[in-house]
């Protein structure tokens, strides 16, 4: 089936991380703020088989993505960056709920070294930056809960499930562990941007690395096929 609102995905996503690698803040104004509805409209062209409820979720969670997009164009603003997270929390929250419908569950061996990210960052933001260890470490619970869920190997039962990750294959619920692990390094490259770019080369630099593994998460934790299955657990 043709993707034409996915593959302008895509298109938008190179224009926005274009324009934060060379500067063009103009550029992100116009993209960036493109990407979530053009996969919420892929959701409602292609996700025809979803149910209303996994539908109203999904569709809220790109909405709430939506606002964070807009707030962290300026990452540098740290009340943006508090005011982003809060929005991505709300996305994460909804994520979270999709993947228990789906009959997503907590396991240990999956968690731990989840957990131990988030001390890590925690623990990072605490000594350099205490003013906001306690709203990104907050956030930070909600990306590992849907990190977590995302890779829980039930939801793709026929996938090989390496260190807690799902291994992508042809069925795109095997596809949801990457995208969780992608979103994880581009908000853990947030907070390493944040303490420790100084440069204005080398903040740009690793802002297009964030927007980039940022965009791959959200095509493949998105795709509305995931949740056109119809089994439950």
Known sequence: MVRPFRAAYVGAALVTVYGAVSGRERLQWFSKPLLMPLLAADALHGGRALAPADRTLLLGSLAAATVGDVLLI?????????????????????????WLRRGARPR?????????????AAGLLRAKAPN????LSSYGVTLGTAAVLASDPRLAPGAENIA???????????????????????????????LFARGARSR????????????????LLTDPRVHEVTDRA
């Open 132 to 135: 906001l260890a306690v709203p």
């Open 164 to 194: 807690g990750t799902n291994i992508p294959s042809r069925d795109p619920r095997s596809r949801l562990g990457v995208g969780a692990l992608l979103f994880t390094v581009s908000d853990g490259l947030i907070v390493l941007r944040r």
């Open 204 to 219: 740009r630099v690793t802002e297009s690395v964030i927007l980039s593994t940022y965009a791959a998460a959200q095509y």
């Open 108 to 120: 240990v061996r999956v968690a731990v070294p989840r957990l131990a990210a988030w001390l890590g």
């Open 74 to 98: 300026d990452p540098d603003d740290d009340r943006r960056l508090v005011a982003g997270a809060s929005s991505f929390a709300v996305m994460q929250a909804g994520y979270s709920a999709l």
